[in-house]
């Protein structure tokens, strides 16, 4: 393969026109050959840049409102005939086919166009199939052709040129690479949305494809390689976040402030969520920020030593100073005020993010988990239950300060691994457990926690007397549900569908316990 290419041939056509008459007056200089369609011709031509049209480069004239202007052999034999075969060359002059020794294409908008809401037609009209075509064409022949797809290629293509006199294979490989990419995310985002358009959820086939924001140190662990990518939806969080200051992100950040900012979305008055290897240890919702991190930090004060910390309201100086009062990791809200920020700059090592906004929580949208030789895809958890949609199955029906303590901890439940159970008093959570093999021992862990935590605070008794509990799937035996009164709960939500529901029902009824059923169960593993 040839090392040095001089660009004595360019074709440029963009749709981002960021930094092309700077580029286009480089080439001009160097007495390189621009060819050019439409709007890039005209900005270059308005820039005083000398361009050849290529319909009279092509002698074919641009058809079919413009469907048809590079897709003819004058281009795409000056972009795949092969300079170092004498029949390639051959073939070239019989036929009149220059050849081009650059292609600058970035492609129609069309994901811009669909995320403003445009119809059908309109994002019909916005895939682009000539730019791909010449990407491709360009980057199978990388060992003679160079392609930007990109603005930010221009300047490396200028220095290197202005510099060697040409442009080094190495550099043809790598942005080749980046180009086939980017028409794959392409073809990736145009199937998505006709997916979407068919009404297909799990099409035959499902592309998808991430943007890299940035390499991490690491993942779960040390000798792991992780990278963080955007898939380019509009979801306010971790992806959106501007981070103000700290350390770098890890991947156990990233992801454990994932999580928290999903679960304290889930509250529409002031909350705060603090989360410890990615599981909730402390969740409350009051007047305000300040108030709910005093009731989140009361549930689990050890854990959340070292945590991550989410609020759904723009930070102030009274709930930062309370909030660095502790070791935290990570702290993520939409926004902080001048002295929020002040109070969080003097611990030089937290991590503050402002995402500008708060993710829906009933939101469609997909997650993706990865297996041997393949993935799963699911809808994301969007579903919530309210007091209208509870079935009341004891004699005794929750008054209405344990139906919002029950609603709020069944809320929590979403965001808790599996066996989860949760208990909650005054918008609050005070004892929670997760992740066990049975729900006998969540429930047992729970209760532990909240006298562990009653110590912690100097009071009496444990912080699940007169409590609620919520359950993320059905009891299946009545021990669960015995535990839960012997730890001082006086309601439950559980989504029932168990065969011993009966027998559940009548230990619930025996203890004087108010229960109500969802119908919907939050398993998250």
């Excluded at 963009?14 to 286009?24: A, H, I, N, P």
């Excluded at 820039?47 to 003819?72: M, Q």
């Excluded at 970035?106 to 809401?117: D, H, I, R």
């Amino acid at each position: 393969m040839t090392d040095l290419v001089p660009i004595r041939r360019a074709l440029l056509s963009v749709s981002d026109k960021t930094g092309l008459v700077e580029f286009g007056r480089f080439l001009a200089a160097q007495g390189a050959e621009i060819l050019s369609t439409g709007g890039t011709a005209r900005a270059l031509r308005d820039a005083g840049v000398p361009v050849k049209d290529v319909s009279d480069h092509t002698g074919f004239p641009e058809i079919l409102d413009g469907r048809v202007k590079t897709l003819v052999p004058q281009v795409h034999g000056g972009l795949l005939g092969r300079r170092d075969l004498e029949e390639h060359q051959a073939q070239m002059a019989q036929h009149g086919i220059a050849p081009i020794d650059l292609v600058a294409v970035n492609l129609y908008p069309f994901e811009a166009t669909v995320a403003k809401g445009a119809g059908f037609e309109d994002c019909i009209e916005n895939i682009d199939i000539g730019g791909p075509a010449m990407i491709r064409s360009a980057a199978k022949n990388h060992a003679h052709v160079v392609v930007l797809t990109e603005p930010a290629d221009f300047a490396t293509v200028q220095e290197e040129v202005a510099t060697k006199g040409g442009t080094t294979l190495a550099t043809r490989k790598r942005l080749a690479a980046a180009a086939y990419a980017r028409t794959a995310a392409y073809d990736a985002a145009i199937s998505g949305w006709f997916a979407g358009q068919l009404g297909e959820s799990f099409p035959p086939r499902l592309a998808f494809a991430g943007t890299l924001r940035q390499t991490l140190r690491y993942g779960e662990n040390p000798h792991q390689q992780a990278g963080f990518y955007l898939d380019g939806s509009a979801r306010p969080g971790i992806a959106t976040a501007r981070q103000v200051q700290g350390k770098e992100l890890s991947y156990n950040n990233l992801n454990d402030t994932d999580a928290a900012y999903e679960c304290v979305a889930e509250f529409d008055r002031p909350a705060i969520v603090i989360v410890k290897h990615a599981n909730p240890c402390g969740v409350a919702v009051a007047g305000d920020l300040a108030s709910a991190w005093d009731a989140a930090l009361r549930c689990d004060p050890v854990s959340a030593f070292g945590g991550i910390v989410a609020a759904n309201r723009p930070l102030d100086a009274a709930a930062a100073e309370k909030i660095a009062a502790i070791f935290t990791e990570v702290v993520i809200a939409p926004d902080a005020d001048a002295a929020a920020q002040a109070v969080f700059a003097k611990k030089k090592n937290l991590r503050l993010l402002l995402t500008g906004g708060l993710p829906d929580a009933a939101a469609p949208g997909m997650v993706f988990k990865s297996v041997a030789g393949g993935f799963l895809a699911q809808s994301r958890d969007a579903g919530q239950v309210t007091a209208e949609t509870l079935k009341v199955v004891t004699q005794r029906a929750p008054t209405e300060a344990e139906l919002a303590d029950l609603l709020f901890a069944f809320r929590i439940c979403k965001h808790v691994k599996s066996n989860a159970i949760v208990y909650a008093k005054g918008l609050a959570t005070v004892g929670i457990g997760a992740g066990q093999m049975n729900r006998v021992e969540s429930s047992r862990i729970a209760a532990w926690k909240s006298e562990a935590a009653a110590k912690a605070a100097g009071l009496a008794e444990p912080l699940a007397r007169g409590s609620v509990v919520a359950s993320d799937a059905f009891f299946p035996f009545a021990d669960g549900l015995e535990t839960a009164a012997a730890a001082g709960a006086t309601a439950v939500i559980q989504p029932g569908g168990s065969i011993r529901d009966a027998e559940v029902i009548a230990a619930a009824d025996k203890a004087g316990l108010a229960m109500v059923f969802t119908g919907m169960r939050h398993f998250r593993h």
